[in-house]
């Protein structure tokens, strides 16, 4: 199986629930009251809806089921594409203590929390976040370069429920490349021997770019058979104003493109990204952002809207889904949404069933189970 039965099961029960009775203070617009504060918001044209877009009626049913929890931004590497070493600088020395996680964790109620950052190895406390999450019957994806795997992993138990996700952007050269220094490559395999010696699940999370070579990734994936890999993570990297001054992204056309083959690829291997989302990945499919599905929260508080753009910060997670005007999110809403198309802002569409075929419930069943 994909995923263990506790997770595919308590997903579908959340999400049937969450759809059944959604939260009726989180489903309030507030475009109109905000539209003049954003700069980058696309007036609706004028048109047959007398101006006004009619958005699907599951964007009207927001609840969040990944947490992205970033405990800190400091890290042991400078990765070329990322924005949280550059956007969050002025407090790259701070970082969240356990009982902020804790109750992060609490506020949001998703039944998934990623852990990002910065490098969560680095956190000394990671252990006891990771434990008091567990214990709360969540399910943990912790987001590392994996070069502290195998010092911290006495810190940690073996656990159905857990996850270490190891970066990685190909093979030794071009990763190595990436994240800008010699040898993360080996150091990220040796703690993912490790941890599958050690009883782990071990998944892989892999950003594709403007360079990436697809045929590289399918190389990778096999390489990474024989360490028993459980699973691998892909999602085209986005411009986002971080770091939107380098040339390494892509526009829709280029996401088309190079994830012509995921189909291929998730037939060969045990690739976690929904079939659903890969048909979105590939052109065919449309999917609306909901990146209330997927709320960050950090040293700074509530990131909204997304794990991309920070228009504000807000002190609880009631604010964040109160306060945001989501709707004025997403390609044709704002600017800078225009040719995203990361997991984490339309994984949940495909979760929620967002432009669903009838064939979607089988695709999806099978590939849980497989
Ligand atoms: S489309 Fe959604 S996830 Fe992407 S940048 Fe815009 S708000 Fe964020």
């Known amino acids: 199986m994909r ?7 308590g997903m579908a029960v959340y999400i049937a629930r969450n759809r059944l009775r959604p939260r009726r203070e989180w489903q309030l617009d507030r475009a109109e009251s905000t539209n003049g504060d954003n700069p980058f918001h696309i007036l609706p044209a004028t048109a047959s809806n007398n101006g006004k877009r009619k958005p699907h009626p599951l964007l009207h049913k927001r609840f969040p089921l990944v947490l992205m929890l970033e405990p800190l931004h400091a890290c042991n590497l400078t990765c070329t594409g990322c924005g949280r070493i550059r956007e969050y600088e002025d407090t790259i020395t701070e970082r969240l203590s ?3 996680c804790l109750h992060a964790v609490e506020e949001c109620g998703a039944p998934i929390v990623s852990i990002c950052g910065g490098e969560p190895l680095l956190h000394p406390d990671m252990g006891r976040i990771c434990a ?11 987001c590392t370069n994996g070069m502290f795997i195998e010092r911290k992993l006495s810190e940690y138990r073996p656990d159905p429920k857990f996850f270490f996700n190891v970066h990685l952007d190909g093979l030794e050269e071009t990763h190595d490349r990436a994240v800008e220094k010699e040898g993360v490559f080996r150091e990220a395999v040796a703690g993912i021997k490790a941890a599958k010696a050690a009883g ?6 892999t950003t594709v770019y403007k360079e990436t070579d697809m045929a590289e990734i399918a190389e990778l994936f096999e390489y990474l058979k024989q360490f028993g890999v459980d699973g691998h993570m892909l999602s085209p990297a986005y411009g986002y104003s971080a770091v939107n001054d ?5 526009t829709r056309e280029d996401v088309y493109e190079k994830f012509r083959v995921i189909h291929e690829l998730a037939r060969r291997y045990p690739v976690n990204t929904t079939p659903v989302y890969q ?3 590939k052109g065919e499919r449309e999917l609306p952002c909901t990146a209330w599905g997927n709320p960050t929260y950090n040293v700074r508080g509530w990131k909204a809207p997304c794990y991309l753009i920070t228009d504000a910060h807000y002190e609880t997670f009631e604010e964040l889904m109160t306060k945001t005007p989501w709707e004025n999110y997403g390609p044709g809403n704002d600017v800078r949404c225009e040719h995203c198309m990361v997991h984490c802002g339309y994984e ?10 009838p064939t979607d419930g089988f695709r999806l069943l099978s590939w849980a189970l497989r």
């Open 3 to 9: 995923f263990p039965l506790s997770m595919t099961l």
């Open 98 to 100: 356990v009982e902020q």
């Open 132 to 142: 008091g999450i567990l214990e709360r019957g969540r399910h943990i994806y912790l």
């Open 200 to 205: 782990f699940k071990v998944t892989t999370n």
């Open 246 to 250: 380098r040339e390494i992204f892509m």
């Open 279 to 281: 048909d979105f990945l």
């Open 348 to 357: 949940p569409s495909a979760a929620l069933g967002i432009n669903a075929k």
